[in-house]
């Protein structure tokens, strides 16, 4: 079941935690998610799964970036979540997704006991402009039943920043 606006706004503090938080960011059951000034570009033309792909890092100014059409770009949220008892979704917002531009190409999904900031797959059919700051896409929760495990993760739990793809590391298991 997915978790009304109110619900998440009750649970604020003891399932769910999302710093800085604002009402005007909550919606009737999501709650909106904003893009940070930094960008990640992988340098290669080719990447390599089992290596690890080199990025550069882009700032978005304040009077926007113009992003290509066809490009990967990674970014991260503003705002930091962590969620116990709950399964974190993300998805683009509708008036992101009418210009053309995609918050995230697979992974939409998170785990209960995910800590972190989000990191954005962003890619746009377009060319776009993108500011620091826009309520870029918005995340809701799903309860979940059952016993589980909290999300542990060596790769991306409890990130400070963008992640590039960590999957080389699976590798040399």
């Not at 066809?70 to 509708?94: A, F, I």
Request: hydrophobic share 35%; net charge neutral; with cysteine.
């Amino acid at each position: 079941m997915i978790l009304s606006g109110k619900e998440i706004k009750k649970r604020l503090g003891k399932e769910i935690f999302i710093e800085p938080y604002s009402d005007d960011q909550l919606n009737p059951n999501s709650y909106n998610l904003r893009l940070h000034n930094e960008l990640l570009v992988y340098q290669e033309t080719t990447l390599d799964m089992k290596k690890e792909n080199k990025a550069e890092k882009l700032i978005i100014p304040a009077e926007g970036l113009l992003l290509e059409a066809g490009k990967l770009y990674l970014g991260r949220t503003l705002e930091h979540t962590r969620t116990e008892g709950c399964v974190p979704m993300l998805e683009g917002r509708s008036s992101i997704g009418r210009l053309g531009l995609f918050v995230h190409v697979t992974a939409g999904f998170g785990d209960v006991g995910f800590n972190g900031y989000w990191t954005l797959e962003i890619f746009c059919v377009h060319p776009i402009k993108v500011y620091p700051g826009v309520e870029i896409c918005q995340i809701f929760y799903h309860t979940i039943e059952g016993e589980y495990d909290r999300y542990k993760s060596n790769k991306y739990q409890n990130n400070i920043g963008i992640q590039p793809s960590l999957l080389y590391k699976d590798f040399a298991k």
